[in-house]
Structures are given as structure tokens and as C-alpha cells.
């Protein structure tokens, strides 16, 4: 069974950076597209960075040219670099398949932007 973990959130100015990773226990990086979402209050979940197997990524208008979605297959790892962020920025940040799968939800990370 796929474990995803993610890890990096915390508590940033606006304007600032952070780097989100998320760890998979088992190899399905390599074989599968992958996806970061975020869950702001009181909104659904949604995608916010996707990555190919070949490494094409593709971005909603929200976070294009801030944020970098990334993937290291050796290591089961996937990574969301997040630059100039805005307190609508705010949530909690997931890791999944593109599309998602239901067993794949773990507790996310969650990203709060505040002065």
C-alpha cells in the first residue's frame, strides 16, 4: 500500500518562500503522474501543480510563474517550490495521483501566509 507524506509547511510572511516535499513509501513516482492540491478554508480541494512522468508540469493561472512543482524518482519524492506568497495562499497542502486516488490522501502540510 502507497503511503504519501508530505512535509515543508509552516507559517510565512507574505512574499516569502517555502518548499513543500512529499515522500511516497513505494515507487509510483516513476509511473504515475503526480499532483499538488491545496484545500483553502471553506473551498474545495484543488489542483494546484501537476507533473508528468517526463517531467511536463502545467499550473493553474492562480500560481503560475510562483510556483515550481518537481519530482525526484530516485528518491520517491516530489516537491512544490512556492515563491511570492499571498495570504490566499493559504491551506492545506496535499500530494496525490493525477488524477487522485482516494487511498493515496495523507494529512497534507499546511501552509499559512500572515504578516
Known amino acids: 500500500q502507497v503511503q504519501l507524506v508530505e512535509s515543508g509547511g509552516g507559517l510565512v510572511q507574505p512574499g516569502g518562500s517555502l518548499r513543500l516535499s512529499c515522500a511516497a513509501s513505494?515507487?509510483?513516482?516513476?509511473?504515475?503522474?503526480m499532483g499538488w492540491y491545496r484545500q483553502r478554508p471553506g473551498k474545495q480541494r484543488e489542483l494546484v501543480a501537476a507533473?508528468?512522468?517526463?517531467?511536463?508540469?502545467n499550473y493553474p493561472d492562480s500560481v503560475k510563474g510562483r510556483f515550481t512543482i518537481s519530482r525526484d524518482n530516485a528518491k520517491n519524492t516530489v516537491y512544490l517550490q512556492m515563491n511570492s506568497l499571498k495570504p490566499e495562499d493559504t491551506a492545506v497542502y496535499y500530494c496525490?495521483?493525477?488524477?487522485?486516488?482516494?487511498?493515496?490522501w495523507g494529512q497534507g502540510t499546511q501552509v499559512t501566509v500572515s504578516s
Open positions: 496525490n495521483a493525477l488524477p487522485p486516488r482516494s487511498d493515496y
Open positions: 513505494g515507487s509510483i513516482f516513476s509511473i504515475t503522474a
Open positions: 507533473i508528468t512522468t517526463g517531467g511536463t508540469t
